[in-house]
Each structure stands twice: as C-alpha cells, then as structure tokens.
C-alpha cells in the first residue's frame, strides 16, 4: 500500500537477533541514552523567579490609557463594551464637572469602569473599537485568586500610573503600549 | 573493666556501633529518597527537587514530616496486629542486615583493638540470606492483614519473586564461595586486599547475575511488579498511609543501600581502596580511606541502581519469571559448573 505522507516509517518487524536476545547490550545502549539526557542542559524555566519572554503581540490584562497630562482618555462611549463577545466590561458614563478638567480629557467620564476577568477572553476587540485610544492589553496575565470577586477589575486597577505623579511607573507601562502600537502600523 | 565475667567495654562499643551505623543507613536512606528524585530529574532533563532549602536538600525531611502528619488509615475488618507487624517487619529486616557487613579494617583505639563490624560470624552471607528472606514476610504479612485481594495478590507476586530470585543470587554466590572457601564477609574482603584483583575480576558473570538479582530481591524497576503503582494497582501497601507506608518504602532504600554495600564487599573489595597500600597507613588514616572507598563503591552502585530503574521498562509478569527460571538459573549453573572446574585444576 503506499503511504498517504512522506514522513511514515516502516515499522522493522525483524526477528531480534541473538545480542537483541540477551537484553544486556540493548540495555548497556539505553542506559548510554539517559546518561547523555543527564548531563543535558535543563529546559526548565524557574517560574516564580524566571518567566518566559511573552511576544509583543500578546493579549493580557487591560490597561487603561492616560494622556501626557495625566488625564484619562476614557470617554464612557461604550464601544468597547459592545465589541466585547464575552460581555465583560460594564460601565457607567457620568459628566465632566468644572474643575476636574486635569482629571478627564472629554466632557464625558467613565464613573465605574469594570472588567471581569473570568468573563474576558483575551480576544482584544475592546482595544480595536476603541475610538481614543483608551484601552490596551498588556502583557500580564491574571493572577490566581482565592475568590471570584477578586478577579472584577475595577478602574484602580486598571488605570495606568499617572504621569505626573508617578512617572516611572507610567513609562514602563506606557513602553509595552508603544511597542504595540509599532507593531500595528 | 570485667565485671560477672562479662566486658563490659566491648558491649558499649558494639551498642555504639551498632547505633552508629543504623542511624548512617537511616540518614542514607532518607537521602536516597532525594537522589533518586534528583537523578530521575536529571535523566528526564528536568531538575529534580529544588525548592526545600538549597538544592531541595531539605526535601526528605519535607517528606518524612508530611508522612507522619497523614491521617492513619486501618482498614477495617482487616487484623489490626499484623496490618502494623507488615511494616514494623520490614524495617527490622532491613536494618538487621548490617550487622555483619565489615564497615572497615580492625583498629588500635585507646588501647582497644575496635572491629568495624558488628559481629564477625563465619556464616556471614548466610545470615545475609536468611535475613533476607525473613524480608518476604513484612511483604507478605502486610498483603494480607489488609484484606483486601489486590493487595494480597501483590503481596504474592512480590514474594514469588523474592523467592525465584533468591535462588539464582544464591547459586550465583556459590560460584564466588568456590573461590573464597569462606562465608565470613571479613574473610572475603581481607582476601581481596591481600590478593591482586577483586573478585569481580575472577567472576565477571558471576558479579553480573548478583546484581540484577538484587534489583529483584530490592524490587527496583525493572523487576518493581510488587509495587507497579500505575498497572497493577499499588502493591501490597495499597492499604496503607500515613508513616506506615512511609516504612515500606523508607525500607525498600535501606536494604538498596545494604544490598549496595554487600555487593561492594563481595565483588568489588569492600574497603579496598584501590592503588593504596593500606598496611603502609597509619591505623586511622586507613580505616577512615577504607570508609571513604567502601562508601565510594556503594553510592556510585546506588546510583546505578537507579540509573538502571530510570532507563528501563518494567518487565511483565511472565517475562520475570522467564529470565528468574531460564535465563539466570541456568547460567548461575554453568558459571558455577566453569568456576568448579576452574578451581579443581589449577588450584590443587
């Protein structure tokens, strides 16, 4: 019969031949095996010290994004929210009032900005509908938590560090977002 | 120091030693338990245990403490005596088997001539044997106090193959006898010092049969039927837990440690360091180069012990039992026929 790949392998039914027949060089052979495998270097990468690199295009937890005044970007339109096929995200607009102009780039605020994270599936449609590139996934994944209100992200815990106050923070975050936006355009 | 009749000075240096060296196989054991993980690790290009204290030395301690916190399980309806006599004889047996392995070269200490061995019979590997063999009943014992069928038809696969293995490591031994014309393991080892070669020299096939031998009579892959945990359901501790268990398998490395340092003493001259004039040391310094090469020869057999048991697949029931009966018995037999033979016309 001929073979549907290229790569089959006849499988060798031979008899075994006397030294196949005594095990002991057979097994002199395999024990040569693991004795390389035992002085191999170790794939292993020490989880909680060493993590592994995570492509630029990696979709993980959200952030929300500031502007270089520190204001959010966020307007509470509702795009995102209605991208969402897992319909994670909840949010409540409320208005600008005079005075919090360095707090809120628009007119409109989102007051309550929520992600469940158990709900979310990662898929990155809210950081595509996105209008004023408010939302980004970042490279983080979720941790592990004990209970499943823990893993409803609110807007404290999205929000990217503000600039003004905390700008080291703000530019780490804010690299992983660059590096992204390269790669799109 | 005689009082009744009695000296008193060598029954405090026996029970010295005798402490001394079952605390040494405790602590070998336990770190055994380590050095398979690490060596299974290591082949498998993973890293072993690494987590409890540097290097994950910690890690038998770790082990032995969760053991004893584990809640006790007795079965019920099985004979509740017996359930705890399976393990309690398991240990014993492994332990008592040091008694007669010549640790080292008799020396001078306070004026005292100390002899590195609990007791210089002149039936030493006898003993061994018999001693052994009382090892099959904590098997046995536990299999069937636990009522329970899987586990006693463990217990007697494990104990049929003790018994057909004992037979071709004795016939094995009786081909190294021929040559030694002696039973004390001191005798033995002594004869290896003095000769020019170890004994594995004059019996090659003869060192090859003990070995694999006693990785059935230590039930060490490939010969691990009684236990088989992923096929044939555990073994015969099936039913136990808790520290119970733990003395099943903690014994399981104290006699792969013993039946190490036996192999060591019979084939490979015991506390013979090799290219070292021992009778040119002084008396210390020899009996600590004598421990250093005894326990150099046994750790790298441990470590082949488990080299082995990371290596190979586990035999099925009938192909042990054909390599027991028609493949080692037989050349037990020839070696032993050769051996004779050998002897008889160039010694005489």
Known sequence: MESLTQRAKPVDRRPMNWLEKIYLWEIFKGMSITLKHFFKKKVTIQYPEQTRPFSPVFRGLHILNRDEEGRERCTACGLCAVACPAEAITMEAAERLPGEEDLYREEKYAARYEINMLRCIFCGLCEEACPKDAIYLSETFAPANYSRKSFIYAKDDLLIPDPVTNPEEYAKAKGLIDKKKNLKS | ?348
Not at chain 2, 273 to 297: I, N, W, Y
Not at chain 2, 309 to 326: A, C, E, I, S, V
Request: hydrophobic share 55%; proline share 3%; with cysteine.
């Open chain 2, 1 to 348: 120091m005689t009082l009744l009749a009695f000296d008193w000075a060598f029954t405090v240096e026996k029970a010295i030693l005798i402490a001394v060296i079952i605390s040494i196989s405790l602590v070998v054991a336990m770190y055994a338990t380590y050095a398979e993980r690490k060596v299974a690790g290591f082949i498998q290009d993973r890293r072993g245990p690494n987590r409890a204290g540097p290097f994950g030395l910690l890690q038998p301690l770790a082990d032995g403490l969760k053991l004893f916190f584990k809640e006790e399980v007795i079965p019920t309806h099985s004979n509740k005596f017996l359930f705890i006599l399976g393990p309690s004889l398991a240990m014993f047996t492994a332990m008592m088997t040091s008694a007669v392995i010549p640790w080292g070269g008799k020396v001078e200490l306070g004026g005292r001539m100390v002899d590195l061995q609990v007791a210089d019979i002149n039936i030493g590997i006898l003993y061994i044997f018999g001693v052994v063999s009382l090892g099959v009943y904590g098997m046995m014992i536990g299999g069937w106090a636990s009522n329970n069928k899987f586990s006693l038809m463990a217990a007697l696969r494990g104990a049929s193959q003790a018994i057909s293995y004992e037979l071709a490591m004795g016939l094995s031994l009786i081909a190294l006898l021929m040559l030694t014309g002696s039973l004390s393991l001191r005798t033995i080892t002594d004869q290896q010092i003095q000769g020019n070669w170890w004994n594995i020299v004059y019996q090659p096939l003869g060192f090859l049969l003990f070995f694999i031998c006693s990785l059935a009579e230590c039930n060490r892959a490939p010969f691990d039927l009684p236990e088989a945990e992923s096929e044939l359901n555990m073994g015969y501790h099936q039913e136990y837990s808790s520290m119970k268990l733990g003395f099943f398998l903690f014994a399981e490395y104290i006699n792969m440690f013993i039946s190490c340092t036996v192999i060591a003493t019979l084939f490979l001259g015991g506390y013979d360091m090799p290219f070292v004039d021992e009778s040119q040391l002084s008396g210390v310094t020899a009996l600590l180069v004598g421990l250093l090469a005894l326990f150099g020869k046994t750790f790298l057999l441990i470590f082949i012990f488990m080299w082995v048991r990371w290596t190979l697949p586990r035999f099925r029931y009938d192909q042990l039992m054909n390599l027991g009966w028609k493949g080692l018995i037989p050349l037990a037999l020839l070696n032993m026929v050769i051996t004779g033979a050998v002897v008889l016309f160039t010694m005489k």
